[in-house]
């Protein structure tokens, strides 16, 4: 998956399709991808549900497949990154929208979870490359989780970043 900072949304029927702004490159081997057609991803933001038109790339280098994903969705879940954000910032009484206390309590333990595993992930990457530019504001949830999200995903890790099983 790639993820994209900047991109142009255009809305058709129902269906918001999204394309990058920039120039799109394989995370796992930094070679030209070709397009190789689209999927329906569907997106919870508060009370609506979303579909999203994302692209599929295709590696020759490598032979992988990648989807063109924004900054708002998170890779693997149903819930846009702001959700994720306003759940963990508050408290189970303050939750407004239809998310179940369990789901609540999951997602909370996933955020806090990513964002240790993420921050781990990048002083890894500081040591390795010491010019590393962090650019998020400590202080918000949402920013912090995005550019972790982004930064994770677009090095081609996040297939390490399983979150551990909650028991009951």
Not at 12 to 24: L, P
């Amino acid at each position: 998956m790639i993820i994209v900072s900047q991109c142009v949304k255009k809305v058709k029927g129902n269906i918001i399709e999204i394309h990058s702004k920039k120039k799109v490159i394989c995370p796992v081997c930094k070679g030209d991808v070709l397009p190789h057609g689209k999927c329906i991803r569907k997106l919870v933001t508060g009370n609506s549900k979303r579909k999203l038109s994302l692209r599929v790339w295709y590696c020759p280098k490598c032979r992988h497949s990648h989807r063109e994903i924004p900054g708002c969705i998170i890779p693997y879940k149903r819930y846009s990154a702001k959700i994720y954000a306003k759940i963990y910032d508050s408290e189970l009484e303050e939750i407004s929208f239809g998310v179940d206390e369990s789901t609540v309590r999951r997602i909370k333990a996933w955020v806090k979870w990513f964002l240790e595993f993420a921050a781990s992930f990048m002083e890894g990457l500081k040591i390795e490359h010491p010019g590393l530019p962090t650019n998020y504001d400590v202080g918000s949830t949402l920013s912090a989780l995005k550019y972790f999200v982004r930064l994770v995903a677009n090095a081609n890790e996040w297939k390490f970043s399983v979150p551990p099983v909650l028991s009951s």
